[in-house]
T-cell receptor, first 113, second 113 residues
Framework: GAGVSQSPSNKVTEKGKDVELRCDPISGHTALYWYRQRLGQGLEFLIYFQGNSAPDKSGLPSDRFSAERTGESVSTLTIQRTQQEDSAVYLC???????????FGPGTRLTVT | DQQVKQNSPSLSVQEGRISILNCDYTNSMFDYFLWYKKYPAEGPTFLISISSIKDKNEDGRFTVFLNKSAKHLSLHIVPSQPGDSAVYFCAASGNNAGNMLTFGGGTRLMVKP
């Protein structure tokens, strides 16, 4: 079946612009996660959704970052006024429930120039 | 402060030999550990996991060992195959509402034919 998909696969943006990253989880998965991986580093947890609710936003790096999820499906991660340090691969994962294995998408590579 | 560490950024092994990837953690609240494998331009894929109530879990050529007193786990691959060449991430979760994963920095495994 279809896995987790993310779009765009690559995004180059100028510093100061806003970007929106999209994640389509596996159908029926109630839990959805956002991670990012900066160059040469491990994956860093950002935020998770249980259904449409994000109970804990403390993992978001700054108030320029926000995320939403509608209809227990698609999620968008928005970064406002991008900075060069936002350059990373942003990975989305979904799981049937919170305590189940997470399935990852291919990621969106964001480059802020 | 990194709670999950993979101290070897890379490892090179001859085909047919054993690959041993190591991971250390500091948070004693972690109770579930996973290994993910990542190919370039793809998201991480789940490989094997272990609960803190066990000290060993085996799945085919892959075995994960957990030493709770040392806060150390390792992944053994035997025999190693060229297709195993990838970046391997150790991840941990524990007693948090979102089952968020904390990842290590990854180890790049190269299996030479």
């Amino acid at each position: 079946g279809a896995g987790v998909s993310q779009s765009p696969s690559n995004k180059v943006t100028e510093k100061g612009k806003d970007v929106e990253l999209r994640c389509d989880p596996i159908s029926g998965h109630t839990a959805l996660y956002w991670y990012r991986q900066r160059l040469g580093q491990g994956l860093e947890f950002l935020i998770y959704f249980q259904g449409n609710s994000a109970p804990d936003k403390s993992g978001l790096p700054s108030d320029r970052f926000s995320a939403e999820r509608t209809g227990e499906s698609v999620s968008t991660l928005t970064i406002q006024r991008t900075q060069q340090e936002d350059s990373a691969v942003y990975l989305c994962a979904s799981s049937p429930g919170l305590m189940d294995e997470q399935y990852f998408g291919p990621g969106t590579r964001l480059t802020v120039t | 402060d990194q709670q999950v560490k993979q101290n070897s950024p890379s490892l090179s092994v001859q085909e047919g030999r054993i690959s041993i990837l190591n991971c250390d953690y500091t948070n004693s609240m972690f109770d579930y550990f996973l290994w993910y494998k990542k190919y370039p331009a793809e998201g991480p894929t789940f490989l094997i996991s272990i609960s803190s109530i066990k000290d060993k879990n085996e799945d085919g050529r892959f075995t994960v060992f957990l030493n709770k007193s040392a806060k150390h786990l390792s992944l053994h691959i035997v025999p190693s195959q060229p297709g195993d060449s990838a970046v391997y991430f150790c991840a941990a979760s524990g007693n948090n509402a979102g089952n968020m994963l904390t990842f290590g920095g990854g180890t790049r495994l190269m299996v030479k034919p």
